[in-house]
């Protein structure tokens, strides 16, 4: 299977409700993208699976969160990569997109 997507055309922002858009789900892979508006946040958070995820910042500014304490400055390029279960989540400075790849699906 092939499937193009073109990403700026994923999802609106929202300035009520953070929502995710749900771009692909495979046994080995899920790809999901985050439309944020200046001040949203994907609080921090785990799962309890085994598995990577990896958060790519393809818009705007903001920072990766990590465990308790931890703020990583995040530009449009940076891309975070992580087990599953460490905690994770991204607050937006600016309106941006975040891409959201995470394997195996959960």
């Known amino acids: 299977m092939i499937k193009t997507v073109h990403l700026p055309s ?3 922002f929202d300035p009520a409700l953070l929502k995710s858009h749900l771009i692909h789900d495979s ?10 508006t200046a001040g949203q946040e994907l609080s921090l958070h785990t799962h309890d699976l085994e598995g990577q995820k990896s958060l790519h910042l393809l818009t705007g500014q903001g920072e990766f969160l990590g465990p308790p304490g ?3 400055p995040a530009q ?20 941006a997109r975040l891409l959201v790849t995470i394997a195996p699906p959960i």
């Not at 046994?27 to 944020?36: A, H, Q, R, S, V």
């Not at 087990?83 to 400075?93: K, L, Q, V």
Request: net charge negative; glycine share 8%.
């Open 10 to 12: 994923v999802g609106k």
């Open 27 to 36: 046994p080995y892979f899920k790809i999901l993208i985050f439309n944020f």
């Open 70 to 72: 931890t703020q990583l």
């Open 76 to 95: 449009a390029g940076d891309l975070l990569i992580c087990d599953i279960s460490e905690p994770h989540g991204f607050r937006a400075h600016t309106e």
